[in-house]
């Protein structure tokens, strides 16, 4: 039987801040007043909001999402070029374009693998011979997957090499999975083979190399990713929406966002670049992902004793660790695997292509929604269907604008990144060359990736109110109820509010606002009922069955989730665009702040103290966020911006649109690229607080050493001055 | 003959970017128009200035400088207590206070010499009997010189020890300095004296170090700070400005600046502090400054050959290098010099005390004028003639707003600052604690330390008018005029102008909001004729004959020159705080941008093309940034402000103010303490150009290594982005 996606636990959001109803109000004016004093007091127009949602059409995205996919697009491809044109030819119309588009290059370092000299991985048994070919691509079921232009699955940035070496299982490949391995058998001179999740990418390559390990293969269980389901007769694309036998996630094997050469510095020409060699965070040996058909043939065959409980997935056998290498009773007995790697580093243009509706009122304020365009196939969900999705939004919004009836009080700028795939390289060059204007500017990001499946989150939003969207085929339930219903938490201040996640990591174009501008970002999908399946993602994930068709049979017959996702995230673009105020509410940051210091506090406080640390510094802190909020909560509350200045609601504005700038600490994080956010950083521990600290005291909890709770301590100092120092922009503005 | 210090090159200035001679503008407004509409569009009120100007009083500032030289008041003694309570009591008074005054203390690491312990230095023979003694103290003239609270010359930050060697003559004690003379004898275990001027003071240390010197006394050469007069019977203070014999310039031999121990954190109880023993930029051996009455009785004994001709300072015999040691014919034959140092650090209580006068408009937009109020004895020139100024600044316009005349458009904030002799400490710690409200809000800061005597620099304002305030004891010579007539320079914009200095040091308070903020900044002083003297800065300098009776006999009798430097600061102030627009203009950035390329291309272009790194992408960044600037201006001189709304104001000055801004990059000197502007940090290179390529480049030059040409590469990219990016910001903030 199929599993059919549910769709649920996303919500849409009408963002309106506390106190905030001010509506449209008039200022008393006589006949001779000046004619912008309207246009400034001006707030968001519910029946445009009303009109955008009833004009976003579903057969459009469907159209939108029929062109982008007909070919593979791969970054700086000829495909990817024709998805550039074809952003242009969109944003350029003129009936339905905006008011500017253009294209913007970056010269940016890929890593491909090579066309004549594929990649090989194959068992050979003691005479050298060939006993077992791992595939070289995946098996065809339409037409698509026998495009020459599908790229053979490899491990982008990982280094060409020809090793052989005894064959072993090492579960995630994270350190520890290594570390147990290690205890058994000495790994010196192995192949590894991991599956896909628990680490990085990189880092199953990175953990292994220092135990010896000299090789990996990484390939996806069916157990993670199909609900145990392995067979292409009756339970596999295209029969249903999992991944069949020969599929392989390809993927960006770097631990760093943004072009690997320029780090902080646009990759232009002439741009001073890093020599190859000092690239961090990429494989150090050879690694090489494959189908979980010939992920079975090799674990199913490995010798030595069963590996744990934990490590055990879907194939019909014992995952053993590896004698290392196979049984004595396999016909691969005393075989090697042998990977012969051909990978190798380009600098290539890679495009971003930039659109623009200028804001009336207030031009130099921007919302920023973006999404990249380069796949790594077809790419129909990633990153198509957001691109689909965006390209309706910017249409609706854009005829308005061409026909003269609607123009945002702020500026709204499209961003269609390129390269995302091979480490969110497009946003981060962009937000690298317009650093500070994006920084002094910009009110937002909103990021839709793919769109109808995966990631939920969202931050410093609240006081959700009931959304006009609803779910599709349904004229009563909401997305905002919806989204309650499969997904929620306890606010003390709202009550039963869909539960947000937490943006700590760099899953998309939105890591270089957060993470190194500090812009209040928000990425949002509608995703699928994860209580019914263990799928960590869509199975057809970065392989060369995320089709038109794929899409449009199992992920969103119809495009209706499409089409609620576009009147959502337009809902909230059109909101940020246009309110007097924005609609941020800042104590629901000092919420979470809140709960960061109690967990910290339960976590670590007693070992702290011990250490001669102190938490009350940072719990002042906190504190002073909060009653700064309150106030700033008290002052929008009481304020009359009818009657009040214009520069007023600026005045309020600002503040809000630099809360999240004020957490940004360029040093906190110095072996991180592009993490600046003391609050949201990437985090390795697991306590769910303040990343800096949490990391810093397990590093002292584990070593023990002096230093190291020395950066205990100084991480806590840098977080309670960022808490501080954004609690003073919160208070005091005006008298 | 007394030498007069002559009063001149420092000009007045008014500053109005061109073509914004908007005046005072009436809005079109009916009856029932708000009432903040005329509040909105209000320029600055000549008439407020001339009142102003009239009203700032010589016998004020005084009377200011009376109060605050009563006694010592070294950073966080009982003296600098005094000082504080006198500026609670000034900015908190009913009638001439600000809106509101507070103290802000921070626990910050001083270092000082031990009461009971003094320093000692001395020449012993070889059976160690000591056969010189330098003095312990200076001489008094006055009873000021007794007080028990004048510290001990010792140099702030230089370690304790006892070394004992033979002594040498190290000139400026640069590191060509030490070359040279390391070329002629072995330095090993010698004491070396040199000279103030040519390197910084720990530096003086830091380059003797490597070449086995143990210590070092510095002193003040009669060549370059009394013109050779060096005779208390009749030729140095009392009976002229000029230094006395025992005179001994004290000073922070730090080369960072801020709290040593809690580098980019606020010192505050709990703060996070790396171990003392990692503080860097500080005196690896011993080493004490002298008066030049020692100076010259152990120089003119050092036996060895003749020192170069430019090593040669007043006294009356031959500057040799030492044998190492005093010459076979001297008393001091066979003698050593030792000594005894006893300097600690200590972790004291140091207050800022803030003022403030609220915005009317714009409350959330700051003017900070500041000036530290320790000082290393009595400091009647350093800082207080900058305080007195300050302070009777901060009455006349408080009197004004206690009495509902005035009250600015922006907010004004007054800072005076603790420990600044320490290394600008007080106001480093105030930019670390609020550095999120103070980059995003402030508009400029003024700096106004030893206001009677010293710095002239100013930047990025120009088109300076002639200005209203005339010349001490003229009705017809403009401070303007006289500092065209002191120094000048010619523009291609505007001809023959005042000279303005860049800010690339960290020579006062300035430093933390220019190069750690990037807000731009002003610092002025009322300076004397450099071509009638040599003298580096005023004589008196960190020495315990700096008291009133200096100030007020050989400074400015009538105190008229502060009187002349209050109207200026004070108009600059108004002008910054009242302005509807900001009085900058960006062309003037260009062209000195412009400058500093064609000076690049002429010292470095051919070795750089040589090494493969193209100017190109710099000379296309300043195209880019001149084009920008004159669109700017153009919009400036276009827009009908009177007409148009509110916002539109304010949208061009957050464009003017944050310009400034988009030249730090954080991590362009990871080596050197809150240098983040890439236009004006410290440079070590001679060549006047950006400070990051020129060393870069030097360093790449004397190396001749491929990673030092990478090096300036990436700085090379790191200022063509960093002005990249400032066009951006001056570019299309609007359609």
């Known amino acids: 039987m199929l599993k059919k996606v ?6 849409g959001l009408a963002v309106l801040a506390v106190g905030i109803l001010i509506g449209h109000f008039g200022i008393e004016k006589g006949s001779s007043a000046p004619s912008w004093m309207s246009d400034l007091s001006r707030d968001v127009d519910e029946k445009l909001i009303q009109e955008f949602i009833a004009e976003v059409d579903n057969v459009k995205i469907q159209e ?21 044109q074809y952003m242009l030819k969109n944003w350029q119309d003129t009936d339905t374009g905006l008011d500017a588009s253009w294209r913007e290059d970056y010269r940016v370092y890929l890593s491909f693998p090579n066309r004549d000299k594929p990649n090989n991985v194959s068992v050979g048994d003691a005479a050298d011979t060939v006993v077992y070919t791992v595939r070289e691509k995946e098996k065809a079921y339409q037409s698509e997957q026998d495009d020459p232009e599908v790229v053979q699955p490899y491990a ?10 005894r064959l072993v299982y090492a579960n995630q490949g994270k350190a520890s999975d290594y570390e147990t391995l290690n205890a058994t058998l000495s790994l010196t001179g192995t192949i590894a083979i991991v599956r896909y999740g628990g680490a990085g990418r990189a880092d199953k390559a990175i953990n292994a190399a220092p135990f010896g390990v000299i090789g990996v293969l990484v390939y996806t269980d069916p157990y993670d990713i199909n609900d145990g389901l392995m067979s292409d007769e009756n339970e596999t694309y295209p029969h249903s ?7 392989v996630e390809r993927g960006s094997y770097k631990n760093h966002f943004g072009d690997p050469l320029t780090p902080y510095l646009a990759a232009k020409n002439g741009t001073y670049r890093i020599p190859v060699e000092n690239i961090t965070g990429i494989p150090p040996i050879p690694i090489q992902p494959i189908g979980f058909e010939d992920a079975q043939a090799l674990i199913c065959e490995l010798g030595g004793s069963a590996a744990p409980e934990d490590w055990q997935g879907s194939f019909p056998c014992s995952y053993n660790f590896g004698g290392p290498g196979f049984a004595s009773s396999s016909p691969f007995n005393n075989s090697d695997v042998t990977l012969h790697l051909y990978n190798r580093g380009e600098l290539r243009d890679s495009a971003n292509v930039m659109g623009v509706i200028w804001g ?20 129909a969900i990633d990153p198509s269907s957001g691109t689909a999705v965006m390209l309706e939004i910017a249409r609706v919004l854009g005829q308005k604008v061409k026909a003269g009836k609607w123009r945002p009080r702020r500026t709204i700028i499209f961003g269609s990144w390129g390269a995302e795939e091979f480490g969110l ?10 650093v500070s204007k994006l920084s002094q500017r910009t009110v937002a990001y909103i990021n839709v990736d793919i769109s109808v499946f995966g990631k939920l989150s969202l931050k410093c939003y609240s006081n959700l109110t009931r959304s006009q969207v609803n779910i599709p085929g349904s004229d009563s339930v909401s997305v905002y109820d919806n989204w309650i219903r499969y997904s929620n938490r306890t606010s003390a201040a709202y009550g039963n509010i869909p539960n947000v996640g937490h943006m700590t990591g760099a899953g998309s ?3 270089s606002f957060v993470h190194y501008l500090g812009i209040t970002s928000l990425d949002i999908s509608y995703t699928y009922d994860r209580s019914t399946t263990r799928a960590r993602i869509y199975p057809a994930y970065h392989t060369a069955y995320d089709t038109f068709d794929y899409a449009s049979t199992y992920i969103d017959p119809g495009f209706t989730s499409h089409q609620t996702v576009a009147r959502t995230a337009g809902n909230v673009l059109i909101r940020l665009a246009d309110g007097l105020l924005l609609p941020f509410n800042c104590s629901d940051y000092a919420e979470t702040l809140e709960q960061f210091v109690s967990t910290a506090a339960e976590a670590f406080e007693a070992q702290l103290v011990a250490n001669g640390i102190s938490l009350e510094p940072l719990k002042a802190a906190v504190k002073r966020f909060r009653t700064a909020a309150t106030s700033l909560d008290r002052t929008i509350h009481n304020s009359d911006l009818a009657n009040d200045t214009p520069l007023r609601a600026r005045m309020i504005n600002d503040q809000l649109m630099l809360l999240d700038r004020a957490f940004l600490d360029p040093l906190a994080f110095p072996n991180k690229y592009g993490y600046r956010h003391v609050i949201w950083a990437s985090r390795s521990s697991n306590v769910a607080t303040f990343p800096g600290v949490a990391d810093a005291v397990e590093k002292a909890r584990a070593s023990g050493r002096k230093e190291d709770w020395a950066q205990a301590h100084k991480h806590l100092s840098i977080v309670t001055q960022a808490i501080s120092g954004a609690a003073h922009t919160l208070a005091e503005a005006q008298r």
């Open 6 to 11: 549910l769709l649920s636990g996303f919500a």
């Open 64 to 84: 939108n999402l029929r062109e982008l996919t007909r070919v593979p697009h791969m970054a700086t491809t000829a495909g990817d070029e024709a998805t550039v």
């Open 156 to 165: 982008a940035y990982g280094p060409a090499g020809e090793v052989k070496g």
């Open 241 to 247: 929406w999992y991944l069949p036998p020969s599929g």
């Open 360 to 379: 009336s009122v207030e031009p130099d304020r921007y919302v920023i929604y973006g999404n990249h365009r380069d796949s790594w196939v077809h790419g």
């Open 425 to 434: 390289i497009g946003s981060a060059e962009y937000a690298e060359e317009y």
């Open 509 to 511: 174009d939105y890591a």
